[in-house]
């Protein structure tokens, strides 16, 4: 069974910046697509970014184009999201999913870690 684990969220002020990590565990993570997600309060969960599975191609929801980055090292089994230049809209409790082969939709997720930016 595939867990994955976030971690790196926090309060931040508008401005400023935060690395969030997400660990995956019990499976094959070099096959995965890996994305995040975030959820804002009273709102449905929504894509921000998908990284393939050797790294060589980036998605981004237009929203974070430009500030976020997605990345992953798989010899950590570990996909990271870095957020420049935060703002309020993007507080939300952030998500990472793996999407297994045949790729048809995201297949595993982990319990999500939460964000909040301070205007």
């Known amino acids: 069974q595939v867990q994955l684990q976030e971690s790196g969220g926090g309060l931040v002020q508008a401005g400023g910046s935060l690395r969030l990590s997400c660990v995956a565990s019990?499976?094959?993570?070099?096959?995965?697509?890996m994305g995040w997600f975030r959820q804002a309060p009273g709102k449905e969960r929504v894509f921000v970014a998908r990284?393939?599975?050797?790294?060589?191609?980036?998605y981004y929801a237009d929203s974070v184009k430009g500030r976020f980055t997605i990345s992953r090292d798989n010899a950590k089994n570990t996909v990271f999201l870095d957020m420049n230049n935060l703002k309020p809209e993007d507080t939300a409790v952030y998500f990472c999913?793996?999407?297994?082969?045949?790729?048809?939709?995201?297949?595993?997720w982990g319990q999500g870690t939460r964000v909040t930016v301070s205007s």
């Open positions: 990284i393939s599975v050797n790294g060589g191609a980036t």
């Open positions: 999913a793996a999407d297994a082969p045949p790729y048809r939709s995201e297949d595993y």
């Open positions: 019990g499976g094959t993570f070099r096959s995965y697509v």
